[in-house]
């Protein structure tokens, strides 16, 4: 693995991160019914995951041309290693999810309590808080996954659907840009397609998954579930992300096959 695909597998790996925490704002929303700036200070921290998935796609492209250039058409395994770094930082994304709910959970309690981000970043950075950072560091429990061998309380569509999505959205800039290996004259045509296949998965997201775990939370704001029951949920959910990335694997090819057939026929 080149420096620069590992420095590709680098941001893969921050995106993919935020992107798994991203469900503890709705616990943690649960838990202070704060739910405004749970999800306003995630959107700070997801800033980093943005900005991170923005520089992904031109190094990678740019190791795509000099490869071409070489007359090297065989470089699948640089793919691989991306996409097995997404599968890594979920795996992660997992193991720290309650360390990183608690934290959360602080950082909503201590912003209300300075009420600006400035001084929130401050008092975060400081030595006194570094050194009570173990108290918020918690292992999965072992309940949580005990949960997980009785009958899912998600419904297997939204797991699916949830898991494809996330496939997806995890292969649909690299399957573009490998096209570009298979069919070096339209690459840039199938570069520029990216978006419709993340548009795809963004729209089963939106019309399908979020309704029905946005449903759920509001449920248990209501008191017709447990939050105990919504965790579950939320780890069911999980996994079908580690499913989603796993099946980009399998994805890479054919859906590059596919882009290429696209840019063949999108003016024929």
Known sequence: MSSQIALVALFTFVVHLVATLSLSVRVVGLQT???????????????FSRLSN????PL???????????????????????LAFSTLATVAGILVFPSFQRLMTRLVETYYHHRSFSKLLVRSLSLSTVRTLPQH???PDSANWQAIRQKPNVPIRILVLNALSNAIITVGVLSTLYAGYINPDLRA????????????????MVLFVDPDIAL??????AGQYSTGYFRRYIIQVLLARLAGTI????????????VIWLAQHLYA
């Not at 492209?61 to 699948?76: H, M, P, S, W, Y």
């Open 33 to 47: 019914l704060r739910w405004a700036v749970s999800f306003s200070l995630f959107n700070i921290m997801a800033l």
């Open 54 to 57: 923005t520089l992904q796609a």
């Open 60 to 82: 990678l492209a740019k190791t795509v041309e000099l490869n071409i250039q070489a007359g090297r058409f065989d470089q699948v395994a640089d793919f691989r290693w991306v």
């Open 137 to 139: 560091l918690k292992w």
């Open 189 to 204: 045509t199938a570069a520029s397609m990216s978006g419709l296949i993340n548009g795809l998965a963004t729209i089963i």
């Open 216 to 221: 759920l939370a509001d449920e248990v704001t």
């Open 247 to 258: 099946l980009a694997q399998f994805l890479l090819i054919p859906f590059a096959h596919l």
